[in-house]
């Protein structure tokens, strides 16, 4: 321990006479020719972070209120740029787009070089991030791909309406972010691998959801060898010495292929899903994808894939619990368009414009990444006359995009009607609402996304009433937030379904039968 805390000591003494070099250099004369973005002045050693607080994306809007929308923050020894205006977000996912494509990468993503073999991580210059991005469009969110599962979707989301009607049978309130990412997680592993990962009838799929959620808060929290590089030898806070859950996770993945190729040695067992193709591609395209790839693709699509999705619809349920008004509004159109209690077709959500406001309203109010994933410049750049230096992590705070005075009136209330002229869209084209972020970088998982989860709040609206859990009104419902790389609700949500009278060709009816 004595050893420790010595070297612990020497590393930062060390780092002192850095950071004083560091500075002294920031004022000669070659550095005083650039104009860095404003930010607060940095302390010795620890730069600005005492500033972050337990809220970052919060600390910061507060920060760019006083410093402005491109504004530089010394964390440790890294150098940090934060985005907070939709202008210079277009600057920079549109016009200067390659740049700035690089990642910064966490510490703990970097055990085991899962980094190295990961879509989210690789540089998007690099041939291999290149074709697993067509891996993923070839196989998963093409079009027709889309398409052709469409009827897994319509199974898993009739299971999530007998789980309700089963809670609802015996008043027990539904945790809303557990089932949702409970279909969401089925449905995906069906897609992937033929079969369920939770039972679809019980309040299964916790242990999954619960090693999703802390790789999310671990990914987010503060981790003094992302600030202290240097750092890295002793691991102070054990992050990488003691974080097995990216390994728990491969080793799920890497067991599903294992037994996959033994089934295949089988004649007689041929499978037709994405696990299979993505088999079938490594054996006739070796130098582009292996098995590890595939392990890693699994891994970034089930924790990308759920815990994102299922956040938004607990997120915009909770708002429509608290203003009973939307939620009257929103099942009279879905009574009027698709019929009391009947089944929604991706097809329906084009017809049902109330719903697709409430949709958008979410991702404004509560992006599922506040800062979306890091990214870094690998040398000087020039960003609206300012120069973002060799080496800085930048983010870019959408929350904050969400809640600009300047581009929403009252941006501290959820009113979809703000969409209801709007031609505004989470695509990546409207720097304003870019929940997936934007440019080559953009989630992949978009096309799935934003066909999963109108269809999932409009069926949960258009199947049941809903009152909240306890004697709490709609007014006094908690809307805390719990950060990580995803943005939660600090306490889940619980809502106890009310039956509907169910038509005979109801949704209902079909999913109990």
Known sequence: ???YYTTLLALLLAWTLIQGFTLLLALLPTNRSRKLPPGPFPLPIIGNLHLLGNQPHESFARLANF???????????ITTVVISSSDIARQVFQKQDLVFSSRSIPDMVQTDNFHMFSVSWLPSVSPQWRNLRKVLNAYIFSVNKLDASQHLRYKKIQELVVYCQRSSQIGEAVDIGGAIFRTLLNLLSNTLFSK???????NSGKEFKDLVEEIMMDLGKPNLVDYFPLLKIVDPQGLRRYNSRFGKLLNIFNGMISE??????LQNDQKTDVLDALITATEQRPKEIDLKHIATICLDLFVAGTDTSSNIVEWAMAEILKAPKIMKIAQAELAEVIGEGKAIDEADVARLPYLQCIIKEAFRLHPPAPFLVPRKVEQDVEVCGYTVPKGSKVLTNVWAIGRDPTLWEDPLIFNPDRFKDSKLDVRGRDFELIPFGAGRRICPGLPLAIRMVPVMLGTLLNTFKWKIEGDIAPKDLDMQEKFGLTLAKLRPLRAIPLHLPTPKDGFLEKAMD
């Open 67 to 77: 410093h402005g929308p491109i504004m530089r923050l010394k964390l440790g020894q």
């Open 196 to 202: 369920d990962l939770a039972d679809p009838n019980v």
């Open 260 to 265: 996959r190729l033994e089934l295949r040695k």
């Open 1 to 3: 321990m004595d050893y």
